[in-house]
């Protein structure tokens, strides 16, 4: 079992910042990708960010320019820093994780519980 626990959320005022961070525990042999999943209200859930183990990323075009996500191999965690947030930001952001349990198997996929993200005068 793979868990990722999130932590940053909050309410913003448009225009602030918030930093979410996630981090991966269990039976972990490696973690390809980390990624930011958002989904707001009657919308489906959407790709904010990814980053591979190598470093690659990955944004949504919306996000880019106003967010960074980062990562930490040797910690397992994942981070996304969001600047200039907007009130179209507001959703529930998921963390996701895609590895490997064991070096022979099996592959896993994981996802966090949520965090709320508000951005609201």
């Known amino acids: 079992q793979v868990q990722l626990v999130e932590s940053g959320g909050g309410l913003v005022q448009p225009g602030g910042s918030l930093r979410l961070s996630c981090a991966a525990s269990?039976?972990?042999?490696?973690?390809?990708?980390m990624g930011w999943y958002r989904q707001a209200p009657g919308k489906q859930r959407e790709l904010v960010a990814s980053?591979?183990?190598?470093?690659?990323?990955n944004y949504a075009d919306s996000m880019k320019g106003r967010f960074t996500i980062s990562r930490d191999n040797a910690k397992n965690t994942v981070h996304l820093q969001m600047n200039s947030l907007k009130p179209e930001d507001t959703a529930v952001y998921y963390c996701?994780?895609?590895?490997?349990?064991?070096?022979?198997?099996?592959?896993?996929?994981?996802w966090g519980q949520g965090t709320q993200v508000t951005v609201s005068s």
């Open positions: 996701n994780a895609v590895g490997r349990v064991y070096s022979w198997g099996p592959d896993f996929g994981s």
């Open positions: 269990g039976s972990i042999f490696s973690i390809n990708d």
């Open positions: 980053v591979t183990s190598g470093g690659r990323t």
